[in-house]
């Protein structure tokens, strides 16, 4: 109950003020574009709480999903729609690192949009075939050391978070690794469940898909505390090694959308994502709720951008 009651708190302080001005919005369904296929991380967050947000709202929430040029068709269609509430997008990791890999971006993260409400975040797993022989992170650091650039490791593709989560590991250990690419983190991890490959970031639904198949080893998960779906596995942290590494996925506006509506939309957020049923689904799917919204989302983003940047810079990536 505690912590249902801090994420309406913290969203309903935000510009409630201002909301008089939004009593007529939303009178039509409300469209969210995903830059990602059904079943991914962004679409998954968002139809978690699809049904109980328009309920809030009291009209439709009509997903769109616009997969394609490295994650960004869908933000682009939200950041060049009308600004007046009824066209969002989700943006997320990848949103944020991409300034940074691709030399013309069709849009302005910053100038283009506004960071609304951050909805999720997910705590990936660091994954090892069982017949490597290493049952701890320390343990694998010194394997690799070892042997300098022979262990490989599986990754959903140049800019992922599985890419550039053990980039900024092997820098910040000392380590280098070989990465093979995959089109999607979940066969990373059916090749290395196979012995293809020697190490795997994944996002805790597929860790946890791939574990119960046995032939691999969790070492750490990258999570502020323990996770019971996890049960034993240490944090980064714990295991000497205090690396954020999560992912995550918020709503965005196009610039110059009301802050009347914004503050609307926060509202009817902050009741969502402190719904039980809403909670539980995305629990179940490996994300934690988040709630950050307004002034500290925007934040967020922007140290994102910063943080991921000189991890892309100097491992030299592009996008494919």
Do not use: C
Not at 53 to 58: F, K, N, S
Not at 170 to 193: C, F, K, M, N, S
Not at 249 to 262: C, Q, R
Not at 296 to 313: C, G, H, I, L
């Amino acid at each position: 109950m505690q912590r249902r009651e801090l994420i309406v708190g913290a969203l309903l302080g935000i510009g409630l003020g201002r909301s008089a001005l939004a009593q007529e919005w939303p009178e039509r369904p409300i469209r969210v574009f995903v830059s990602g296929g059904p079943g991914s991380p962004a679409d998954v967050a968002i139809r978690s709480l699809q049904d109980v947000l328009a309920r809030h709202l009291g009209q439709s929430i009509v997903v769109e999903n616009r997969p394609g040029a490295h994650g960004l068709l869908g933000v682009d269609a939200a950041a060049k729609s009308v600004p007046d509430g009824y066209t969002l997008g989700i943006i997320n990791f990848q949103t944020a690192v991409s300034p940074a890999m691709i030399a013309k971006m069709p849009f302005d993260l910053q100038r283009d949009l506004i960071p609304v409400v951050q909805l999720t975040s997910e705590s990936p797993v660091l994954l090892v075939r069982e017949a490597l022989g290493v049952k701890s992170l320390a343990a694998l650091i010194a394997l690799a050391k070892k042997q300098p650039g022979q262990l490989t490791y599986g990754s959903a593709g140049a800019g992922s978070p599985s890419n550039l989560g053990i980039e900024l590991l092997q820098r910040t250990v000392g380590i280098e690794l070989r990465q093979v690419p995959y089109r999607t983190i979940a066969a990373a991890v059916v090749d290395l469940a196979g012995g293809t490959i020697d190490i795997a970031l994944a996002g805790s639904a597929a860790a946890q898909q791939g574990l119960k198949g046995g032939r691999m080893v969790a070492l750490a998960i990258s999570a502020p505390q323990r996770k019971s779906t996890f049960p034993g596995l240490p944090t980064l942290a714990e295991a000497g090694f205090p690396i954020d590494l999560r992912g995550w996925n918020g709503i965005a506006a196009p610039t110059g959308t009301p802050a009347a509506v914004l503050a609307k939309l926060n509202k009817a957020v902050a009741l969502a994502l402190a719904d039980p049923v809403v909670m539980g689904r995305l629990e179940a799917s490996g994300s934690e709720v988040s709630g950050v919204a307004g002034g500290a989302f925007q934040s967020f983003v922007q140290d994102e951008m910063q943080r991921w940047r000189k991890v892309v810079v100097d491992a030299k990536i592009t996008a494919d």
